[in-house]
Protein backbone atom coordinates (compact mmCIF):
# COMPACT_ATOMS: atom_id res chain seq x y z
CA UNK A 1 0.00 0.00 0.00
CA UNK A 2 2.89 2.48 0.90
CA UNK A 3 5.04 1.60 -2.45
CA UNK A 4 1.00 2.49 -4.40
CA UNK A 5 0.84 5.74 -2.30
CA UNK A 6 4.30 7.41 -3.35
CA UNK A 7 3.49 6.84 -6.35
CA UNK A 8 0.22 8.15 -6.32
CA UNK A 9 0.89 11.09 -4.03
CA UNK A 10 2.28 13.48 -6.70
CA UNK A 11 -1.24 13.41 -8.69
CA UNK A 12 -2.91 14.40 -5.50
CA UNK A 13 -0.40 17.07 -4.75
CA UNK A 14 -0.50 18.55 -8.11
CA UNK A 15 -4.91 18.23 -7.48
CA UNK A 16 -4.29 19.94 -4.23
CA UNK A 17 -2.23 22.95 -5.77
CA UNK A 18 -4.70 23.10 -9.20
CA UNK A 19 -7.88 23.53 -6.16
CA UNK A 20 -5.97 26.18 -4.49
CA UNK A 21 -4.99 28.18 -7.55
CA UNK A 22 -8.57 28.29 -8.63
CA UNK A 23 -9.87 28.89 -5.18
CA UNK A 24 -7.51 31.06 -4.38
CA UNK A 25 -7.74 33.40 -7.94
CA UNK A 26 -11.60 33.61 -7.73
CA UNK A 27 -11.08 35.07 -3.15
CA UNK A 28 -7.86 37.27 -4.46
CA UNK A 29 -10.20 38.75 -7.28
CA UNK A 30 -13.31 39.14 -5.12
CA UNK A 31 -11.08 41.05 -2.42
CA UNK A 32 -9.30 43.18 -4.60
CA UNK A 33 -12.25 44.66 -6.41
CA UNK A 34 -13.62 44.91 -2.22
CA UNK A 35 -10.72 46.45 -1.08
CA UNK A 36 -10.38 48.79 -4.11
CA UNK A 37 -13.58 50.25 -4.14
CA UNK A 38 -13.10 50.79 -0.02
CA UNK A 39 -9.85 52.76 -0.72
CA UNK A 40 -10.91 55.12 -2.99
CA UNK A 41 -14.05 56.11 -1.23
CA UNK A 42 -11.35 56.40 2.00
CA UNK A 43 -9.15 58.67 0.12
CA UNK A 44 -11.95 61.04 -1.60
CA UNK A 45 -13.27 61.32 2.41
CA UNK A 46 -9.68 62.30 3.83
CA UNK A 47 -9.00 64.34 0.96
CA UNK A 48 -11.89 66.42 1.60
CA UNK A 49 -10.94 66.94 4.99
CA UNK A 50 -7.34 67.53 4.36
CA UNK A 51 -6.71 70.64 4.57
CA UNK A 52 -9.51 72.18 6.85
CA UNK A 53 -8.95 74.87 9.55
CA UNK A 54 -7.48 74.12 12.93
CA UNK A 55 -11.26 74.81 14.72
CA UNK A 56 -13.35 72.64 12.03
CA UNK A 57 -10.50 69.98 12.79
CA UNK A 58 -11.36 70.37 16.83
CA UNK A 59 -14.84 70.13 15.80
CA UNK A 60 -15.09 67.12 13.76
CA UNK A 61 -12.87 64.77 15.76
CA UNK A 62 -15.28 64.09 18.84
CA UNK A 63 -18.27 64.13 16.45
CA UNK A 64 -16.27 61.19 14.32
CA UNK A 65 -15.67 59.20 17.75
CA UNK A 66 -19.76 59.43 18.37
CA UNK A 67 -20.46 58.35 15.15
CA UNK A 68 -17.90 55.63 15.29
CA UNK A 69 -19.30 54.30 19.14
CA UNK A 70 -22.71 54.71 17.79
CA UNK A 71 -22.15 52.23 14.52
CA UNK A 72 -20.13 49.47 16.82
CA UNK A 73 -22.04 49.38 19.61
CA UNK A 74 -25.41 49.42 17.61
CA UNK A 75 -24.12 47.26 14.84
CA UNK A 76 -22.51 44.44 17.14
CA UNK A 77 -25.52 45.10 19.99
CA UNK A 78 -27.35 42.19 18.75
CA UNK A 79 -24.33 39.63 17.17
CA UNK A 80 -23.67 36.01 17.69
CA UNK A 81 -21.11 34.99 20.21
CA UNK A 82 -18.87 34.66 16.87
CA UNK A 83 -16.10 37.72 16.69
CA UNK A 84 -15.32 39.65 13.60
CA UNK A 85 -10.96 39.18 14.73
CA UNK A 86 -9.93 37.45 11.65
CA UNK A 87 -7.41 35.92 13.62
CA UNK A 88 -10.19 34.49 16.22
CA UNK A 89 -12.25 33.00 13.06
CA UNK A 90 -9.62 30.63 11.96
CA UNK A 91 -8.70 29.65 15.19
CA UNK A 92 -11.52 29.33 16.97
CA UNK A 93 -14.38 29.53 14.24
CA UNK A 94 -13.61 27.19 11.69
CA UNK A 95 -13.20 30.87 9.33
CA UNK A 96 -16.64 31.79 9.91
CA UNK A 97 -16.50 36.01 10.43
CA UNK A 98 -20.05 37.85 10.85
CA UNK A 99 -21.03 39.25 7.45
CA UNK A 100 -21.91 42.54 8.54
CA UNK A 101 -18.00 43.58 9.54
CA UNK A 102 -18.01 43.60 5.62
CA UNK A 103 -20.47 46.73 5.81
CA UNK A 104 -19.77 48.12 9.55
CA UNK A 105 -15.66 48.24 10.16
CA UNK A 106 -14.84 49.96 6.51
CA UNK A 107 -17.54 53.09 7.48
CA UNK A 108 -16.05 53.19 10.79
CA UNK A 109 -12.76 53.44 9.66
CA UNK A 110 -13.27 55.79 7.17
CA UNK A 111 -15.50 58.44 9.32
CA UNK A 112 -12.50 57.67 11.65
CA UNK A 113 -9.93 58.81 9.63
CA UNK A 114 -11.97 61.63 7.75
CA UNK A 115 -12.66 63.29 11.08
CA UNK A 116 -8.40 62.86 11.95
CA UNK A 117 -8.51 59.89 14.51
CA UNK A 118 -5.06 58.24 13.99
CA UNK A 119 -4.87 55.21 12.87
CA UNK A 120 -4.27 52.61 9.54
CA UNK A 121 -5.96 52.00 6.40
CA UNK A 122 -5.23 48.09 5.98
CA UNK A 123 -7.56 47.40 9.66
CA UNK A 124 -10.69 47.13 7.34
CA UNK A 125 -9.08 45.71 4.46
CA UNK A 126 -8.19 42.67 6.32
CA UNK A 127 -11.78 42.71 7.22
CA UNK A 128 -12.70 43.35 3.99
CA UNK A 129 -11.05 40.47 3.00
CA UNK A 130 -11.80 37.81 5.94
CA UNK A 131 -15.43 38.70 5.43
CA UNK A 132 -15.81 38.33 1.61
CA UNK A 133 -13.43 35.05 2.04
CA UNK A 134 -15.96 33.77 4.35
CA UNK A 135 -19.16 34.14 2.37
CA UNK A 136 -17.30 32.85 -0.31
CA UNK A 137 -16.29 29.77 1.24
CA UNK A 138 -19.66 29.05 3.03
CA UNK A 139 -21.60 29.81 -0.75
CA UNK A 140 -19.17 26.66 -1.87
CA UNK A 141 -20.21 24.88 1.27
CA UNK A 142 -16.59 24.16 2.20
CA UNK A 143 -15.48 21.80 4.85
CA UNK A 144 -14.25 23.68 8.30
CA UNK A 145 -10.81 23.00 7.53
CA UNK A 146 -10.89 24.59 4.11
CA UNK A 147 -12.99 27.61 5.35
CA UNK A 148 -9.90 28.45 7.29
CA UNK A 149 -7.66 28.61 4.58
CA UNK A 150 -9.89 30.46 2.08
CA UNK A 151 -10.52 33.21 5.06
CA UNK A 152 -6.63 33.20 5.61
CA UNK A 153 -6.40 33.52 1.77
CA UNK A 154 -9.01 36.58 2.24
CA UNK A 155 -6.97 38.20 4.83
CA UNK A 156 -3.74 38.12 3.02
CA UNK A 157 -5.65 39.50 0.12
CA UNK A 158 -6.66 42.64 1.94
CA UNK A 159 -3.16 43.27 3.40
CA UNK A 160 -1.59 42.75 -0.17
CA UNK A 161 -4.02 45.25 -1.55
CA UNK A 162 -3.55 47.60 0.82
CA UNK A 163 0.34 47.42 1.18
CA UNK A 164 1.46 47.22 -2.17
CA UNK A 165 3.75 44.50 -1.26
CA UNK A 166 2.11 41.16 -2.43
CA UNK A 167 4.12 38.61 -1.24
CA UNK A 168 4.98 40.37 1.92
CA UNK A 169 1.00 40.90 2.34
CA UNK A 170 0.34 37.48 1.61
CA UNK A 171 3.12 36.02 4.21
CA UNK A 172 1.49 39.15 6.92
CA UNK A 173 -1.52 37.53 6.81
CA UNK A 174 -0.65 33.76 8.05
CA UNK A 175 2.01 34.29 9.89
CA UNK A 176 -0.06 37.19 11.88
CA UNK A 177 -1.97 34.15 13.06
CA UNK A 178 0.36 32.70 15.72
CA UNK A 179 3.87 33.70 17.08
CA UNK A 180 6.39 31.55 16.76
CA UNK A 181 4.78 28.98 13.65
CA UNK A 182 4.18 29.77 9.72
CA UNK A 183 1.25 27.06 8.93
CA UNK A 184 3.08 26.40 5.69
CA UNK A 185 0.31 24.91 4.00
CA UNK A 186 -1.53 28.26 3.68
CA UNK A 187 1.33 30.22 1.97
CA UNK A 188 0.30 29.10 -1.26
CA UNK A 189 -3.36 30.20 -1.97
CA UNK A 190 -2.35 33.10 0.24
CA UNK A 191 0.57 33.93 -2.14
CA UNK A 192 -1.83 33.44 -5.26
CA UNK A 193 -4.71 35.16 -3.49
CA UNK A 194 -2.37 38.30 -2.62
CA UNK A 195 -1.23 38.41 -6.01
CA UNK A 196 -4.32 38.40 -7.78
CA UNK A 197 -5.80 41.14 -5.21
CA UNK A 198 -2.78 43.34 -5.69
CA UNK A 199 -3.05 43.66 -9.33
CA UNK A 200 -6.86 43.99 -9.60
CA UNK A 201 -6.39 46.88 -7.26
CA UNK A 202 -3.83 47.68 -9.43
CA UNK A 203 -6.28 47.58 -12.81
CA UNK A 204 -8.36 49.73 -10.43
CA UNK A 205 -6.73 52.25 -10.85
CA UNK A 206 -4.50 52.17 -6.94
CA UNK A 207 -1.06 53.46 -7.03
CA UNK A 208 2.06 52.15 -5.12
CA UNK A 209 4.93 53.62 -3.85
CA UNK A 210 8.37 52.05 -3.42
CA UNK A 211 11.93 53.63 -1.78
CA UNK A 212 14.25 52.12 -3.87
CA UNK A 213 17.52 52.49 -1.33
CA UNK A 214 20.73 53.61 -2.74
CA UNK A 215 23.96 51.73 -1.10
CA UNK A 216 26.71 50.25 -1.64
CA UNK A 217 26.01 46.33 -2.20
CA UNK A 218 30.00 45.59 -0.77
CA UNK A 219 28.92 44.22 3.25
CA UNK A 220 30.04 47.11 6.16
CA UNK A 221 29.92 45.15 9.53
CA UNK A 222 30.31 48.61 11.07
CA UNK A 223 26.93 49.65 9.53
CA UNK A 224 25.42 46.33 10.05
CA UNK A 225 26.07 46.88 13.87
CA UNK A 226 24.47 50.02 13.80
CA UNK A 227 21.23 48.61 12.01
CA UNK A 228 21.31 45.75 14.76
CA UNK A 229 21.16 48.97 17.42
CA UNK A 230 18.92 50.71 15.50
CA UNK A 231 16.58 47.13 15.19
CA UNK A 232 16.70 46.89 19.44
CA UNK A 233 15.83 50.35 19.91
CA UNK A 234 12.87 49.99 17.30
CA UNK A 235 12.41 47.12 19.54
CA UNK A 236 11.63 48.82 22.95
CA UNK A 237 9.62 51.90 20.81
CA UNK A 238 7.14 49.04 19.41
CA UNK A 239 6.83 47.75 23.56
CA UNK A 240 6.25 51.59 23.87
CA UNK A 241 3.87 51.09 21.56
CA UNK A 242 1.57 48.49 22.50
CA UNK A 243 2.44 49.56 26.31
CA UNK A 244 0.52 53.08 25.39
CA UNK A 245 -2.22 51.56 23.96
CA UNK A 246 -3.07 48.43 26.51
CA UNK A 247 -2.88 51.09 29.16
CA UNK A 248 -5.42 53.51 27.06
CA UNK A 249 -7.62 51.18 26.64
CA UNK A 250 -7.52 49.69 30.18
CA UNK A 251 -7.85 53.30 31.27
CA UNK A 252 -11.07 53.91 29.02
CA UNK A 253 -12.73 50.46 30.31
CA UNK A 254 -12.35 51.93 33.45
CA UNK A 255 -13.68 54.72 32.63
CA UNK A 256 -16.58 53.05 31.53
CA UNK A 257 -17.05 50.53 34.23
CA UNK A 258 -16.74 53.34 37.14
CA UNK A 259 -18.75 55.92 35.62
CA UNK A 260 -21.54 53.86 33.89
CA UNK A 261 -20.83 55.75 30.54
CA UNK A 262 -22.82 55.07 27.64
CA UNK A 263 -20.11 53.00 25.41
CA UNK A 264 -20.65 55.56 22.32
CA UNK A 265 -19.60 58.20 23.83
CA UNK A 266 -16.07 56.65 25.10
CA UNK A 267 -14.44 57.25 21.25
CA UNK A 268 -16.06 60.97 21.81
CA UNK A 269 -14.14 61.37 25.16
CA UNK A 270 -11.30 60.19 23.23
CA UNK A 271 -11.97 62.86 20.32
CA UNK A 272 -11.99 65.67 22.65
CA UNK A 273 -8.88 64.76 24.23
CA UNK A 274 -6.81 64.73 20.32
CA UNK A 275 -8.63 68.21 19.97
CA UNK A 276 -7.05 69.33 22.90
CA UNK A 277 -3.64 68.17 22.01
CA UNK A 278 -3.52 68.89 18.83
CA UNK A 279 -3.25 72.91 20.22
CA UNK A 280 0.01 72.12 21.24
CA UNK A 281 1.29 69.18 18.98
CA UNK A 282 1.23 69.28 15.39
CA UNK A 283 -1.70 67.98 13.34
CA UNK A 284 0.49 65.83 11.26
CA UNK A 285 -0.33 62.74 14.09
CA UNK A 286 -3.85 62.78 13.37
CA UNK A 287 -5.20 60.59 10.12
CA UNK A 288 -3.00 58.08 7.89
CA UNK A 289 0.22 60.36 8.94
CA UNK A 290 1.78 59.12 5.66
CA UNK A 291 3.73 62.53 4.60
CA UNK A 292 5.80 62.07 7.54
CA UNK A 293 6.89 58.74 6.68
CA UNK A 294 7.86 59.50 3.10
CA UNK A 295 9.94 62.68 5.10
CA UNK A 296 11.18 59.98 7.03
CA UNK A 297 11.92 57.65 3.88
CA UNK A 298 13.04 59.84 1.92
CA UNK A 299 16.18 61.57 4.34
CA UNK A 300 14.50 64.00 6.12
CA UNK A 301 14.10 65.96 8.80
CA UNK A 302 11.57 64.67 11.48
CA UNK A 303 10.70 65.89 14.84
CA UNK A 304 13.01 63.94 18.06
CA UNK A 305 10.02 62.66 19.50
CA UNK A 306 7.47 62.29 16.47
CA UNK A 307 7.09 58.41 16.97
CA UNK A 308 5.92 59.28 20.39
CA UNK A 309 3.56 61.44 19.40
CA UNK A 310 2.32 59.34 17.01
CA UNK A 311 2.17 56.38 19.34
CA UNK A 312 0.24 58.46 21.56
CA UNK A 313 -2.50 59.61 19.35
CA UNK A 314 -3.26 55.91 18.24
CA UNK A 315 -3.13 54.95 21.38
CA UNK A 316 -5.74 57.46 22.35
CA UNK A 317 -7.50 56.68 18.73
CA UNK A 318 -7.93 53.25 19.06
CA UNK A 319 -8.18 52.75 22.95
CA UNK A 320 -10.98 55.20 23.41
CA UNK A 321 -13.36 53.23 20.66
CA UNK A 322 -12.22 54.51 16.93
CA UNK A 323 -12.01 51.87 14.38
CA UNK A 324 -8.86 51.72 11.98
CA UNK A 325 -6.12 49.57 11.47
CA UNK A 326 -2.74 49.76 13.61
CA UNK A 327 0.15 48.61 10.93
CA UNK A 328 0.18 51.89 8.84
CA UNK A 329 0.60 53.63 12.39
CA UNK A 330 3.62 50.60 13.10
CA UNK A 331 5.12 52.11 9.34
CA UNK A 332 4.72 55.78 10.57
CA UNK A 333 6.24 55.25 14.10
CA UNK A 334 8.80 52.77 12.63
CA UNK A 335 10.10 55.28 9.73
CA UNK A 336 10.56 58.26 12.17
CA UNK A 337 12.07 56.33 15.27
CA UNK A 338 14.64 54.91 12.71
CA UNK A 339 15.42 58.29 10.73
CA UNK A 340 15.96 59.73 13.99
CA UNK A 341 18.41 56.60 15.11
CA UNK A 342 19.99 56.96 12.17
CA UNK A 343 20.52 60.71 12.79
CA UNK A 344 22.05 59.72 15.96
CA UNK A 345 24.40 56.65 15.17
CA UNK A 346 25.59 59.17 11.98
CA UNK A 347 24.22 56.81 9.26
CA UNK A 348 22.19 57.69 5.96
CA UNK A 349 18.45 58.51 7.46
CA UNK A 350 16.77 57.01 4.44
CA UNK A 351 18.24 53.83 5.85
CA UNK A 352 17.55 54.35 9.06
CA UNK A 353 14.07 54.94 8.34
CA UNK A 354 13.97 51.90 6.24
CA UNK A 355 15.34 49.37 8.33
CA UNK A 356 12.71 51.25 11.83
CA UNK A 357 9.94 50.61 9.29
CA UNK A 358 10.25 47.04 8.72
CA UNK A 359 11.43 46.60 12.48
CA UNK A 360 8.66 48.49 14.09
CA UNK A 361 6.08 46.01 11.88
CA UNK A 362 8.58 42.91 12.34
CA UNK A 363 8.01 43.39 16.49
CA UNK A 364 4.78 45.06 17.37
CA UNK A 365 2.88 42.40 15.05
CA UNK A 366 5.40 39.52 15.79
CA UNK A 367 5.59 38.83 11.66
CA UNK A 368 9.20 39.24 11.22
CA UNK A 369 9.26 36.86 7.84
CA UNK A 370 6.65 39.38 6.22
CA UNK A 371 8.31 42.43 7.34
CA UNK A 372 11.96 41.05 5.36
CA UNK A 373 9.88 40.39 2.34
CA UNK A 374 8.47 44.05 2.83
CA UNK A 375 11.37 45.46 3.27
CA UNK A 376 12.78 43.55 -0.42
CA UNK A 377 9.97 44.93 -1.96
CA UNK A 378 9.47 48.00 -0.80
CA UNK A 379 13.63 49.26 -1.20
CA UNK A 380 15.41 46.76 -2.99
CA UNK A 381 17.64 44.05 -2.49
CA UNK A 382 20.91 46.03 -1.61
CA UNK A 383 19.79 46.37 1.54
CA UNK A 384 18.66 42.73 2.54
CA UNK A 385 20.93 42.00 4.98
CA UNK A 386 20.77 44.73 7.15
CA UNK A 387 17.08 44.44 6.65
CA UNK A 388 16.91 40.54 8.08
CA UNK A 389 19.32 41.27 11.11
CA UNK A 390 17.18 44.25 12.40
CA UNK A 391 13.59 42.53 12.05
CA UNK A 392 14.87 39.31 13.57
CA UNK A 393 16.52 42.06 16.58
CA UNK A 394 12.91 43.37 17.02
CA UNK A 395 11.32 40.92 16.64
CA UNK A 396 12.87 39.09 19.72
CA UNK A 397 13.75 42.23 22.54
CA UNK A 398 9.77 43.46 22.24
CA UNK A 399 9.00 39.74 23.77
CA UNK A 400 6.06 38.20 24.24
CA UNK A 401 3.84 41.48 23.40
CA UNK A 402 1.48 41.98 20.48
CA UNK A 403 -0.79 44.48 19.07
CA UNK A 404 -3.14 41.71 18.29
CA UNK A 405 -3.90 40.07 21.76
CA UNK A 406 -5.91 36.98 19.62
CA UNK A 407 -2.45 36.09 18.46
CA UNK A 408 -1.82 32.16 19.87
CA UNK A 409 1.68 31.87 21.08
CA UNK A 410 3.14 28.45 19.69
CA UNK A 411 7.08 28.77 20.84
CA UNK A 412 8.50 31.14 23.09
CA UNK A 413 11.29 32.98 21.90
CA UNK A 414 13.50 32.74 25.17
CA UNK A 415 14.67 29.61 27.08
CA UNK A 416 14.60 31.54 30.22
CA UNK A 417 10.63 31.93 29.60
CA UNK A 418 7.66 29.30 30.42
CA UNK A 419 4.64 29.69 28.31
CA UNK A 420 2.15 26.92 26.99
CA UNK A 421 1.61 26.84 23.88
CA UNK A 422 -1.18 27.35 21.68
CA UNK A 423 -2.97 30.06 24.19
CA UNK A 424 -4.17 33.85 23.20
CA UNK A 425 -1.54 36.21 24.05
CA UNK A 426 -4.15 38.06 25.92
CA UNK A 427 -5.34 35.03 28.11
CA UNK A 428 -1.57 34.18 28.55
CA UNK A 429 1.13 33.44 31.94
CA UNK A 430 4.42 34.32 31.10
CA UNK A 431 6.42 33.28 33.54
CA UNK A 432 10.44 33.36 33.96
CA UNK A 433 11.84 29.84 33.79
CA UNK A 434 13.03 27.88 36.88
CA UNK A 435 16.55 27.46 35.53
CA UNK A 436 16.58 31.64 35.20
CA UNK A 437 14.96 31.76 39.07
CA UNK A 438 17.45 29.25 39.79
CA UNK A 439 20.18 31.27 38.64
CA UNK A 440 19.08 34.50 39.86
CA UNK A 441 19.21 32.48 43.58
CA UNK A 442 22.42 31.47 42.73
CA UNK A 443 23.75 34.86 42.14
CA UNK A 444 22.18 36.54 45.22
CA UNK A 445 23.78 33.82 47.47
CA UNK A 446 27.33 35.11 45.56
CA UNK A 447 26.16 38.91 46.44
CA UNK A 448 25.33 38.18 50.07
CA UNK A 449 28.52 36.09 50.61
CA UNK A 450 31.05 38.87 49.06
CA UNK A 451 28.97 42.13 50.29
CA UNK A 452 28.10 43.33 47.01
CA UNK A 453 25.68 46.27 47.71
CA UNK A 454 22.21 45.68 46.52
CA UNK A 455 20.86 48.13 43.65
CA UNK A 456 18.13 49.91 44.25
Given amino acids: MLNRIKYIEPFVMLATLLRWFVLATFAGAIVGFGTSFFLKGLFFS???????????QMLILPIGGLLNGIILYYGYRNSTNKKDSVIAAVHRQSGIIPFKTFAIKPIAAII??????????EGPCSHIGGSLASLFGRLLHLSPELQKRIVACGVSAGFASVFGTPIAGAIYGVEVLTIGRIRHDFIFPAVIAGVTSY??????????????LHISSAFSENLFIKIILIGLLCGLVSWLFIELFEQTR?????????????????????????????????????????????????????ALLGFLWKSLFVAITLGSGFYGGIVTPQFVIGAISGNVFAHLLGINPAIGAAVGMVSVVASASNTPIAAIFMGFELFGNAAGIYIVGACITAYIVIGHRSVYPDQLVAYKKSLWMNI??????????????????????????????HKWPRKE
Fill in 250 to 302: HLFSFLQRRFHIWPPFLPFLGGLILSVMILVIPTDYLGLSLPLMDRALNGGNV
Fill in 46 to 56: TNKTSNIPLWV
Fill in 199 to 212: EVSKFCGMNYSNYP
Fill in 420 to 449: DPDIELGKEKIHLSYSLLKKMKHLERYRVH
Fill in 112 to 121: TLASGGSAGK
